[in-house]
Nanobody, 126 residues
Framework: QVQLQEAGPGLVKPWQTLSLTCTVF??????????CTWISQPPGKGLEWMGA???????YYAPHLKSRTSSFRDTSKNQLTLQLRSVTPEDAAVYYC??????????????????WGQGTQVTVSS
């Protein structure tokens, strides 16, 4: 059974870089799951699609985040990393990674994805 597990620092200071990881258990990150997506949910708000990485390694980002977001894979660890630079308190959220057998751009509906992590809470504060 494929499972996704996010990990993050919990607390990050304003203007620092937030680095999150998503580890895939149960299968190779480059095979069964066609794409992995990062989705955030700020307190009291809806889900926000941030970006995705396909098995080809191609990356896709939400336009308003593209300038300060990077995502890459470490196949030796079966792990994805998302980096969000110059964070502000508005970036405080629960961050999820989700996997699908097809590339899903801009999709936040959880039932559309084949796999969904438990999320990791991030607070931005000095």
């Amino acid at each position: 059974q494929v499972q996704l597990q996010e990990a993050g620092p919990g607390l990050v200071k304003p203007w620092q870089t937030l680095s999150l990881t998503c580890t895939v258990f149960g299968d190779s990150i480059t095979s069964f799951i066609h794409s992995c997506t990062w989705i955030s949910q700020p307190p009291g708000k809806g889900l926000e699609w941030m970006g995705a990485i396909a098995t080809s390694g191609s990356t896709y980002y939400a336009p308003h985040l593209k300038s300060r977001t990077s995502s890459f894979r470490d196949t030796s660890k079966n792990q994805l990393t998302l980096q969000l630079r110059s964070v502000t308190p508005e970036d405080a959220a629960v961050y999820y990674c989700a996997g699908a057998t097809k590339l899903l751009l801009g999709v936040t509906e959880a039932t559309t994805y084949d796999y969904w992590g438990q999320g990791t809470q991030v607070t931005v504060s000095s």
